[in-house]
């Protein structure tokens, strides 16, 4: 077996994964200043040549750490938030509210106050139209709409179609519909955004459907001036993965919107809000192998780490792989050996090596050969791993995350 059959670091070095522990004791996050920069650039190039305006929107929830936070902002890139909290972060990170749009399935607990921050402001459901146009008569507002069309790695992962309750269920002339039409008119609200966003993985076809689909809706919502379709663009995370072609995208986008002004003498500003896409590959987590063990011969050579589930619910969750390092303590050259990696809870499930989808079907890989005190890198941690940990369980501390150049 060659080397080159195991994951390789991204952003990292073997030395600097070295420096790094000898400053900070593992486990812990580190991102990279430069590949965070280098991802916005190349996600802002593919909508060059958007037509009527365009507003990348950075999906804070993939990971809201105030310096990615305020790099992104600093990049023309505005912030999607999902929650009122959200929203507070990114205001204390120091981004305009101006420039941030909440998209919440929970309605903030006081409107008013949240709203007195000068964010804007997507309804999710009917409820959230309806409390938003008491509050808020005579004013501009979003509709998050579910259009039937979901696309996502896994179920679990998708957030359009019959089986997910978020935004409101939309077919044109249908009651739902009319009831969108009712409760905007009784309030005397304007549509001025339709918001679509059909879960996590689509490629350049479903997108043209996604487009489809809202330009649909801003036929029906003629007052809409922008059209915002959400985050969810692929991550590569393993050898052989797709990743999202993001200049297809911006091409398909760019020639729909156009059509649609000539059809309808609409210039839509086009928004979009990744999160996962400008991340995931930026960050990763370092680790130390603090234990072996084998199930015999029939059975599994496992590597135990100092994380694992609490600070990493990907796998257990979702069946998610994602690249796996070994970086020998000392500098050294070694072979190769097939390992099942798993975290440091008496959990089955907390685990780093599953067949992909499966998270309770355990699956060795082959990786660099490793003992006791070497260190391992996950790699491409930067989307939904920091922000989704747990704390508490089995009181280990927090893990501290690291933001080199
Ligand atoms: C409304 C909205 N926008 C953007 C995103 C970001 O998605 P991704 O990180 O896959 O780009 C999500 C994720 O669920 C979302 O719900």
């Known amino acids: 077996m ?3 059959d195991v994951d390789a670091l991204e952003f990292l070095t073997e030395e600097r994964v070295r420096d790094l522990v000898a400053e900070h004791p593992t486990p812990f996050y580190v991102s990279s200043r430069s590949a965070l920069k280098q991802k916005a650039a190349a996600f802002l190039a593919a909508f060059e040549d958007v037509p009527y305006g365009f507003t990348a929107s950075y999906a804070m929830k993939a990971y809201p750490h105030p310096e990615i936070i305020r790099l992104f902002d600093e990049m023309g890139i505005y912030t999607d938030a999902s929650s009122e909290y959200e929203a507070e972060e990114a205001i204390a990170a120091g981004v305009d509210p101006g420039r941030i749009l909440l998209t919440s399935q929970q309605l903030p607990k006081d409107l008013q106050k949240t709203m007195a921050s000068g964010i804007e ?5 009917l409820h959230q139209l309806e409390e938003y146009g008491k509050a808020f008569p005579g004013s501009d507002v979003s509709i998050r709409l579910n259009t039937g069309l979901g696309s996502g790695y ?6 359009g179609g019959v089986e997910v309750g978020f935004g409101i269920w939309y077919h044109k002339g249908d009651t739902r519909s009319q009831q969108i039409h009712d409760i905007i008119e009784k309030h005397k609200l304007r549509v001025k955004r339709v918001h679509l966003h059909i879960g ?3 490629d350049p076809a479903v997108w043209g459907k996604l487009m489809e689909a809202g330009l649909d809706a801003a036929r029906d919502f003629d007052t809409a001036t922008h059209l915002n379709l959400g985050g969810g663009f692929k991550v590569a995370y393993m ?8 200049g297809a995208i911006g091409e398909i986008a760019s020639r729909m919107l156009r059509a649609f002004y000539a059809e309808t003498g609409r210039k839509l500003h086009f928004e979009v809000e990744p999160g996962r896409w400008l991340v995931a590959e930026a960050c990763a987590i370092v680790s130390t192998i603090i234990d072996r063990t084998d199930t015999g011969d029939e059975g599994d050579d496992f590597l135990k780490l100092d994380c694992g589930m609490g600070e990493f619910i990907r796998t257990a969750m979702y069946g998610a792989n994602h690249p796996l390092v070994v970086v020998p303590r000392e500098k050294q050259e070694r072979g190769t050996s097939k390992y099942v990696v798993i975290g440091h809870c008496c959990e089955s499930s907390d685990v780093f090596t599953v067949v992909p989808g499966k998270p309770d079907e355990i699956q060795p890989r082959l990786l660099t050969q490793a003992d006791i005190g070497d260190y391992m890198v996950v790699e ?13 369980y089995n009181s280990f501390p927090e893990v501290a995350e690291i933001i080199i150049d």
């Open 200 to 202: 996590t993985g689509t």
């Open 154 to 159: 896994v179920h679990r992962l998708t957030t």
């Open 380 to 392: 491409k941690t930067g989307a939904y791993c920091a922000s989704m940990r747990t704390k508490g």
């Open 2 to 4: 060659s080397m080159y």
């Open 121 to 125: 402001f997507t309804a999710t459901s």
């Open 239 to 246: 050898r052989g993965d797709a990743q999202a072609d993001i």
